[in-house]
């Protein structure tokens, strides 16, 4: 089994940044992905960043393009999401998760609020 334990998030004005992290454990025995996902309130979760864990090739759903960076230490069994610029549409659940051979772990999630 891995865990994943998330930290970071909270509340930033418009245009400010946030930073999320999580923190893999137990089991990390060949990841093969790491992304964010998140979820606003009646709406789908959707995918925002993954990234590739050997390689470090990242993909980026195009209304976060340039404004978020996920990367990762593979050291750490760690991987980050660097919020910039965020907006109130950015406001949502956002969860970790993790893809290790043929399974799916999920972080606890966790709340980022953006004030106009």
């Known amino acids: 089994q891995m865990q994943l334990i998330q930290s970071g998030g909270g509340l930033a004005q418009a245009g400010g940044s946030l930073r999320l992290s999580c923190a893999a454990s137990?089991?990390?025995?060949?990841?093969?992905?790491m992304a964010w996902f998140r979820q606003a309130p009646g709406k789908n979760r959707e995918s925002v960043a993954s990234i590739v864990w050997h390689n470090g090739n990242a993909d980026y759903r195009n209304s976060v393009k340039d404004r978020f960076i996920i990367s990762r230490d593979n050291a750490k069994n760690t991987v980050y999401l660097e919020m910039n610029n965020v907006q109130p549409e950015d406001a949502a659940v956002y969860y970790c998760n993790g893809r290790r051979q043929s399974l799916v772990y999920w972080g606890q999630g966790t709340q980022v609020t953006v004030s106009s």
């Open positions: 137990g089991n990390t025995y060949a990841i093969k992905q």
